[in-house]
């Protein structure tokens, strides 16, 4: 008798795991078939060109930033002063300043460059009637044992061409005393702006300075890269370009200014004559 019993409940329990065995091995088949599937239409997409899909494991790779912000310079130029027809030694007759200046030629630097005197303003002698878009170029050469022996040097625009003051409209300041600091500063637009670039690699080297104006909007480039853009000027129809010479030039400090530049565009000039 419990033999019988054993046997009909062997038999009962094989009668109820054999369907849910089946019903098992249908859902593992399915599962399996699902993720070759999505496998198969991974490889697919790649094949075809798509980013394969983020995982979420590992570090995800940097995107890449693709802008254009390169300096364009006027393609009619209104000016160009490489003081080639200025003696050495002497101030050139194209510029003025409430100090003084002198013409100069350095042996590992080819070209003629300014002497600027510590403090001293420097003006343009003919004020040239600066359309609303142009640029101006200029190089800055320090000469120098360490670039913190300069005071900043200021460039930009004021309301007149006089020297015996400055009525600024906007300006920039290469702060060489701190290495790597410049300031722009408008009083048109009461706009402030601090920031970093390093000057250490400019001692005893020109850097090349670019300046791009259209109509309140002013551009600022140092070697190239872009520094500053920002709305510096607010109805100001007379804009004279400006030069102030660092205060101080410590430890026999020199810096020398040259390859002077200003251009406009002359599609924007077409329609004018």
């Known amino acids: 008798m419990t033999r019988s019993i054993a046997c009909l409940a062997a038999l009962l329990a094989l009668a109820f795991f054999a369907p849910a065995h089946a019903q098992f091995s249908r859902l593992l088949d399915s599962v399996k078939n699902q993720v070759e599937r999505k496998a198969t239409e991974q490889v697919e997409r790649v094949m075809d060109g798509e980013p394969a899909a983020a995982t979420g494991t590992g570090p995800a790779r940097r995107l890449e930033v693709v802008a254009s912000s390169g300096f364009v310079p006027g393609n009619l130029v209104l000016m160009q002063d490489g003081f080639v027809d200025t003696e050495d030694g002497a101030m050139p007759r194209t510029w003025k300043t409430n100090g003084s200046g002198q013409l100069i030629q350095i042996r590992q630097v080819p070209g003629r460059w300014l002497d600027l005197q510590a403090s001293a303003i420097y003006k343009l002698a003919t004020p040239i009637d600066l359309p609303e878009r142009f640029t101006i170029e200029f190089d800055l050469l320090t000469i120098v044992e360490s670039i913190d022996d300069l005071y900043p040097v200021e460039f930009g625009f004021a309301h007149d061409g006089s020297v015996a003051g400055n009525r600024e409209i906007n300006k920039v300041g290469l702060q060489y005393y701190n290495s790597d600091k410049f ?91």
Not at 222 to 227: A, E, H, N, R, Y
Not at 241 to 270: C, T, W
């Open 183 to 273: 300031l722009v500063t408008s009083r048109a637009t009461d706009y402030y702006h601090e920031s970093r670039f390093d000057l250490r690699g400019y001692a005893n080297r020109p850097m090349p300075v670019a300046i791009a104006v259209d109509g309140e909007q002013m551009q600022v480039y140092l070697d190239g890269s872009k520094v500053s853009d920002a709305r510096l000027f607010r109805d100001n129809a007379s804009r004279h370009f400006y030069l102030v010479a660092p205060s101080r030039m410590d430890h026999g400090a020199r810096l020398a200014f040259g390859n002077f530049r200003v251009a406009a565009f002359g599609e924007d000039l077409a329609g004018l004559d």
